[in-house]
């Protein structure tokens, strides 16, 4: 077999590696559900990689928080004479040592035991920046697809608006041909397919900005959605019990464990550290070596003065941390009232559009239409009740819009930690 040039493999490789790419591409572009955004951007937003960098780094760093310093090597030369008629000899005096040696510092153990309490209180701070990090990218995503998902609904919802003026169209120039209508009638209906086109400007750029968000946390360039919308519904009995789950909460008690820590660690300033040391001295063979041991216990004398103001301040930090902590519960539980309340108030107009509006302004332009006609009514009425329908039904999506986002928000950020 004839084998093929070198520039010609490389450019049907260079051409593979195109289609493959374009291959993945055209695969990340598919319409995606409300469930597979979220995965997506749990997957690939940089944001979530970055926060589980910090945590897997506060994890290393308590392996280490609670161990021993490391040994000390020492290395000198004792007595040296460097006056007399001995100076300057190593071997004329029999004072002269060169000594090696070792030492190793114990920390009391209490102040280990808060040091590594310490390093786990930092491993909760971050592990709650994790999770509340990851909420917020979950949250942008969901509700980037609802607003592109009742953006697009709306934009069809125009789109047959449009269309509904094409038989108002016909019926303007039957009459204009027989003589029933005035000229200017014909304008009518291209004056409000121009509004009706303001309107789709308006609603394209509302689609284009959720599709730019979407994008932003899936990864996706060309994001399209699919499927139904999640859930309306919230449970306000199960979402107050799990206020103090939420990772803010665990922030705020991972802070109060660490504030605790630093208590212990001040108070164990009081304390003696311990060190130990082991040397051996070398001199001339005439006179014989030498080997030392020795203790050191710093002693902390003057507490008053320095370990008890660190005691007090370190104290006065962990209430500070506890109080905070019952103002963040507390506006927590003001926050999600206050969602819920919002919640049944968008249920409640959603409702009155469907039951009431919605079907008052169809009979309108249904009636209008009968009655144009019928040549009962002139056609600018007619168009009006049309737009008014129009309005109604894309209102409609608007207030349904508002409860999704509502049920997305409240359910995302106070519900359950996903597994």
């Known amino acids: 077999m004839r084998t093929l040039p070198r520039r010609a493999a490389r450019l049907m490789t260079t051409a593979g590696a195109a289609a493959l790419a374009l291959a993945v591409v055209s ?18 937003a940089p944001s979530l990689k970055a926060r589980a960098a910090t945590t897997a780094s506060a994890r290393s760093l308590v392996i280490a928080a609670d161990r021993l310093p490391d040994p000390t090597l020492d290395l000198g030369f004792q007595n040296f004479p460097v006056t007399g008629p001995n100076s300057g000899s190593f071997t004329r005096d029999d004072f002269t040592t060169t000594t090696i040696g070792f030492s ?10 808060a040091r590594g309490a ?5 491993v909760g701070i971050a592990l709650a920046a994790e999770l509340t990090e990851a909420r917020r990218v979950r949250l942008e995503t969901a509700l980037a697809w609802i607003d592109l998902y009742y953006g697009q609904r709306r934009l069809k919802q125009l789109d047959l608006l449009d269309t509904s003026l094409d038989d108002l169209q016909k019926t303007v120039s039957a009459r204009l041909a027989s003589g029933n209508a005035r000229p200017s009638q014909a304008l ?9 086109a303001d309107r789709r400007a308006e609603m394209a750029a509302v689609v284009a ?19 139904d919308p999640p859930s309306f519904d919230v449970d306000p009995v199960k979402l107050h019990a799990n206020i103090d789950a939420l990772p803010a909460m665990r922030a705020q008690d991972a802070s109060i464990a660490g504030a605790n820590a630093d208590v212990r660690l001040a108070r164990a300033e009081k304390r003696p550290d311990w060190k130990v040391g082991v040397s ?18 710093n002693l902390p004398l003057f507490a008053g003065k320095r370990q008890n103001p660190r005691i007090e301040a370190s104290e006065s930090a962990a209430n500070g941390a506890r109080f905070d902590r019952d103002a963040l519960r507390l506006e927590l539980i003001a926050a999600l009232d206050a969602d819920l309340a919002d919640h049944a108030m968008h249920h409640e107009r ?13 009979r309108r332009a249904e009636l209008d ?23 109604a039904e894309v209102e409609a999506l608007n207030r349904e819009a508002d409860v999704a986002r509502d049920a997305v928000r409240i359910n995302i950020t106070y519900g359950e930690e996903l597994a």
């Open 27 to 44: 695969a990340s572009a598919d319409p995606m559900t409300y469930d597979q955004a979220l995965s997506r951007a749990a997957a690939s």
């Open 104 to 113: 190793q510092t114990f920390p009391n153990l209490a102040k280990r035991r």
């Open 118 to 122: 310490r390093a786990s209180a930092d």
């Open 188 to 196: 009518e209906p291209a004056q409000l397919r121009a509004a009706i």
């Open 209 to 227: 900005q959720a599709c730019t968000r979407l994008a932003r946390y899936t990864g996706d360039p060309d994001p399209d959605v699919s499927g």
């Open 280 to 297: 051996y001295g070398r001199r001339d063979p005439r006179f014989g070596d030498m080997a030392s041991v020795g203790v050191s216990i």
């Open 350 to 362: 959603l409702r009155n559009a469907r039951e009431t509006l919605v079907p008052l302004a169809k």
């Open 369 to 391: 239409r009968d009655s144009y006609a019928a040549g009962k009514l002139d056609l600018g009425t007619a168009l009006l009740s049309t737009l008014a329908l129009a309005e």
